[in-house]
């Protein structure tokens, strides 16, 4: 049920109103050589190019999570910090931590995604897919590893300064590149146990800030939320804020979003090195880095430190930002990544896309797509990909036991 937001707009304000009076109590101070050496470490030759369920994921894993214990955070899941997901044949791991404050309630999750593109070619995601070479990946998503670890360090000195009421829970996920893979195992298993996070921050691809301009996205998940993004700006983060209110986007915050989280996404956008051999670490912006993170963390802290409570809130759709290279063609649904049986299974129908226009619905397996069988999720990508924007086609969907066929316009 949605709270009507003339009142909670109101309590906002008020709250917006103490933020300020507080005049910022916390110093948050990143430390550049850290940003640095995170992004040093993600980059290494050695790990190729951090590919999913490539040897490196594990030894990378335990090199952040022993990172992360050196900041007070212990593991958040019984088994260890690497909390360990298959799909497809592939095994990788999320590490998942916590920092847990005296009589809190509730998490602020900040999440990064460290895989990359490995050596690229072919299927890879690589725009060289011609060329065999580490894809480094430093702004993408190097940028956002070093950046939610700093961010959880300041967060866990504001918190013994002014207490916490809420846990910082940090996440750095695998698999993004394959389809958001680790952040979706990690959604349903906190959803599962009823532990989903009050707010949730993700940082993918924040190196490279140019004119100051941080794009920040999910504002229309939660009431109240443009307002604390305005006030949480002073003179020491001196950024342009472009926002956008959806909850959905090429990354990890789309997945908690549709468990109905409110979520924050920060970005710097992409560029012409994004997935290419040629996002290296010697481009990455490393002042603009630590403006990114003494914001993000000043965000945080409102939720985290100062008691804010964000309030989840449906937003509509707009474009996601354009990180993905997206298939001309689109149903306009995200893939249930968890689900394998066969088939296609749709996790979520975006409203007012192809897909929820032609009534396909959340939970429908599609089998079928104009004479092609569809068996696999690689089936279906291959299938649209050969479509265009536009083309009528006719979808086969399985729903509870029945076929139904649905004349979809792209
Ligand atoms: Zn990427």
Known sequence: MKVPSFITGT????????????????????????LQEVVMLLTN?????????SRHDSTLAVSIANKMAGYGFTPYFDDGPLHKFSYRNV????????????????????GAHYDHLGMGGPGSGSLRPDTSAIHPGADDNASGVAAAMETARLLTEAGKQHGLQKDILFAAFGAEEEGTVGSAFLADTLEKAGLLPSLMINLDMVGRLRDSVLQVSGTGTFDGADSLLRTRLDSTMPLVLKTSASGYGPSDHSTFYRAEVPVLFF???????????????DKINYDGLAQIVRYAT???AAVAVE?????????????PMPEKVTFKASLGVIPDFIYEGTGFCVGTV????????????????VVQINDRPITTIEEYMEALGELTAGEIVWVTVRRKNRLLELEVQL
């Open 11 to 34: 309590v906002v304000l008020t709250a917006t109103v103490l933020f300020l009076c507080q005049g910022h109590p916390h110093k948050h101070n990143p430390n550049l050589q850290t």
């Open 45 to 53: 030759p050695g790990f190729e190019g951090r590919k999913a369920g």
């Open 91 to 110: 095994t990788s791991w999320n590490v998942v931590m916590i920092y847990k404050g005296k009589a809190t309630n509730g998490t602020v999750l900040l």
């Open 267 to 281: 970005t710097t956008g992409p560029h012409t090195d994004y997935h290419t051999p040629f996002d290296t670490p």
């Open 298 to 300: 000043s965000v945080a």
């Open 307 to 319: 008691g804010f409570e964000p309030v989840y809130q449906e937003t509509y759709d707009e474009q």
């Open 350 to 365: 975006i409203k007012g896309r192809p897909g929820h226009k032609a009534g396909m619905q959340d939970g429908d397996i």
